[in-house]
């Protein structure tokens, strides 16, 4: 059993909701830092309110570790101004209020984990991109820049400190798949814009593992892809979708400029092409149970 205290801040998404499950299990003692009063009884939640800089001053006693998902969903509204404001501050004024309740009081904290995403690589064509690429130059970029380096403010409070590109995260829960999936299940299964722009996948499993790999492996540090070890293209994707759900795949694409007009900026999420190694954590020895999207389909659909 472990005596670990792990605090979650973004418990409530789709990767927070499947690691608090998989760390209650294996004995940790789990807390969440939400907005919101918590639900479940077998964890405690702390309050906090980024846009204002409030945070209970309890939620360090006895903690550990700090894994860090909170942020704004990406793809969930156009791309304002504000809305680049509120994205980019979800992710990095958070860190930065528990980084200066770190300095203020007294704590057991060592190892900070912290989601960024692939959305650092941006749009890339066929690039295989490893953590030494360099990052785009787009909003997509520029936001898991400042991320990880709002993230790397903790180096002088003396934390091992690790960063996970996340992929897309394949689960009937949430995330991409459900909306990638409605139009196949109607029937109208197709491949967006060209179709040969590769999707950097995950499956929610291995997502969840891996963050359970970086915890429990103190040597981890840094920056890992977190992606499956073999990326597909959308037209793999939505075909191998198809092929699951037993649904035909027959339209002709849907057309780039027709998916610019109906998602702006958002267009750039399902248009961009991001090929992502995942060499880096394998050699962690880190195991996928899901390295072949086929398997992982399966599972999630079977």
Excluded at 103 to 121: M, W
Excluded at 144 to 159: I, P
Excluded at 214 to 226: D, G, K, L, R
Aim: proline share 4%.
């Amino acid at each position: 059993m472990h005596n670990q205290h792990i605090l979650i801040t973004g418990g409530s998404g789709l990767i927070g909701k499947g690691l608090t499950e998989l760390l209650l299990t294996k004995g940790y003692t789990v807390s969440h830092l939400s907005r919101g009063k918590g639900h479940d009884s077998r964890i405690k939640t702390y309050q906090w309110n980024v846009d204002r800089g409030q945070i209970d001053e309890n939620c360090l006693t006895g903690v550990d570790t700090i894994i860090h998902l909170a942020g704004a969903g990406i793809a969930d509204k156009r791309w304002t101004k504000k809305r680049k404001r509120e994205l980019i501050d979800s992710r990095t004024k958070s860190i930065g209020l528990i980084y200066d309740l770190m300095r203020r009081k007294p704590n057991l904290v060592k190892h900070i984990i912290s989601a960024s995403a692939t959305g650092y690589y941006s749009n890339r064509g066929d690039e295989l991109l490893t953590e030494e690429s360099q990052p785009a130059k787009d909003f997509l970029g520029y936001c898991c820049v400042v991320w990880e380096q709002a993230v790397d403010q903790g180096k002088d409070l003396n934390l091992r400190i690790v960063k996970l590109r996340t992929g897309v995260v394949l689960s009937k829960k949430g995330g991409a798949l459900p909306q990638l999936a409605l139009p196949i299940k109607l029937g109208m299964g197709t491949a967006l814009g060209t179709g040969k722009q590769w999707i950097p996948w995950i499956h929610i499993e291995d997502a969840v593992d891996m963050y359970l790999h970086a915890i429990e492996n103190t040597t981890i540090q840094s920056v890992y892809n977190m992606v499956a070890p073999y990326p597909v293209t959308n037209k793999q994707l939505t075909k191998a979708v198809a092929k699951q759900l037993r649904r035909p795949y027959w339209l002709p694409n849907v057309p780039s400029f027709l998916l610019r007009v109906m998602l702006g900026k958002l267009s750039l999420v399902v248009l961009g092409s991001t090929k992502v190694s995942a060499e880096k954590i394998e050699s962690t020895n880190f195991t996928f149970k899901y390295p072949k999207l086929a398997d992982a389909l399966k599972n999630i659909y079977g």
